[in-house]
């Protein structure tokens, strides 16, 4: 499926191996969220096989990211917060937010609601 705003290839893994099990619908809606708050949108992180998750995140081999259904936006301050209020209006069902220091950003997912991680949810770093 062609994407306005984003390729499958900006969601693959930073470590080297390849892979790539970003899920359509989270491109879908990353695709409206980014025609919605009218700039660009720099994908930091997508999908993340287990072993570099456990590389660079607590939650090992089975985070968010390893699902195909998170991603990691490189944004800060006035466009965290645009996205931000998008991202709650479009139904994201996870979103972290790291606002302090160099690399900020906000972590948008759809993943869904679990009796062990209840959605939807909003957390900071």
């Known amino acids: 499926m062609p994407w306005r705003y984003f390729t499958r290839d900006e969601f693959r893994c930073h470590c080297g191996c390849a892979q790539n099990k970003v899920q359509d619908e989270l491109i879908d809606r990353l695709d409206l969220l980014r025609g919605t708050v009218g700039h660009p949108l720099r994908i930091s992180s997508g999908y993340r096989c287990p072993f570099h998750n456990c590389q660079v995140s607590k939650t090992g081999q089975t985070g968010p990211h390893t699902t195909g259904y ?50 939807p949810t909003v957390w900071s770093y």
């Open 70 to 119: 998170a991603a990691d936006l490189a944004l800060e301050r006035g466009q965290a917060y645009r996205v931000l209020r998008e991202a709650l209006i479009l139904g994201f069902t996870g979103i972290g937010i790291n606002q302090k220091g160099t690399g900020r950003f906000l972590h948008l997912d759809l993943l869904p609601n679990l009796l062990l991680h209840p959605r």
